[in-house]
């Protein structure tokens, strides 16, 4: 039987002929490409972390340097470290980050370099037209800013997306998340920021500016128990330990009445 190439019938198979091979095209490239597609994300995330760090490394250079920098990959519960289960690497923070802060899986990674200790913070937020990210790294004082990163995904080119660049991003540097020992946040302000706790948000990207601000403050917050454990931890160890010593002149009375006796 002869199809004839003018006819509906025709027209309706070869179509259909075409969806299905150019879907099976597709599945088969996404099949075999989304094995170097996670090593992509995965080398992006560890660039990221490296960066909050104030270092500037390309994706390679951080596959390469971030197993000796990052000495500890934490998972905190209501603040307390997990053992077992998924690692700290693995956590989908835009999944925590619908539950209560009580019941999020955070996770937490212990730098070393330039011969200190830095504690790096994840972040996910909301952006003006979808999600933003990035990393906070405090120094060992679970305080001070050393640096941070930020990221996103549509935000408006020269507004909203300026917030992935320096001329934000450096101002977070010696900036501090706590106040008199209570947890504070950095606020993003509409250009006038003054002090220890403020930064100024992106000319003519205020909402993307308020989910900054609103980021920091609900994705920080969850980790200030911790904070104050370890900081308690470090502070027993500084204080030091008062050796009983007999006075001198205590030692003098004590040979005088030998002597009488």
């Not at 500890?72 to 619908?98: H, S, T, W, Y």
Request: proline share 3%.
């Amino acid at each position: 039987m002869k199809l004839d190439v003018n006819s509906n019938g025709y027209t309706f198979i070869f179509a259909a002929v075409l969806v299905i091979l150019v879907a099976a095209m597709l599945s088969i490239a996404a099949t075999s490409l989304k094995t170097k597609q996670d090593m992509n994300v995965e080398m992006e995330k560890k660039q990221n972390i490296l960066m909050s760090l104030g270092m500037t490394v390309t994706r390679d250079e951080a596959e390469e340097l971030y197993g000796s920098i990052i000495q500890e990959e934490i998972v905190l519960l209501n603040g307390v470290p997990q053992e077992g289960g998924v690692g700290a690497f693995e956590i989908d923070m835009a999944e925590e980050l619908k539950k209560g802060v009580s019941e999020r899986n955070l996770p937490l990674y212990v730098a070393s370099f330039e011969g200190t200790t830095s504690y790096i913070v994840p972040l996910r937020g909301k952006g003006l037209w979808g999600p933003i990210w990035g990393y906070v790294a405090l120094e060992a004082d679970l305080s001070t800013v050393k640096g941070a990163t930020f990221g996103h995904k549509t935000e408006t080119p020269g507004l909203g997306a300026e917030i992935s660049t320096p001329i934000f991003q450096d101002q977070f540097a010696q900036k501090r998340i706590m106040e008199d020992g209570k947890f504070v946040s950095i606020e993003v302000r509409k250009g006038d920021a003054n002090g220890d706790h403020q930064v100024n948000g992106i000319s003519g990207g205020t909402i993307t500016s308020v989910g900054v601000d609103d980021m920091l403050k609900d994705c920080l917050k969850g980790y200030t128990s911790y904070f104050d454990l370890k900081k308690g931890e470090q502070k027993a160890v500084e204080e030091p330990v008062l050796e009983e010593t007999i006075p001198q002149d205590s030692t003098s009375v004590v040979d005088e009445k030998l002597a009488i006796l």
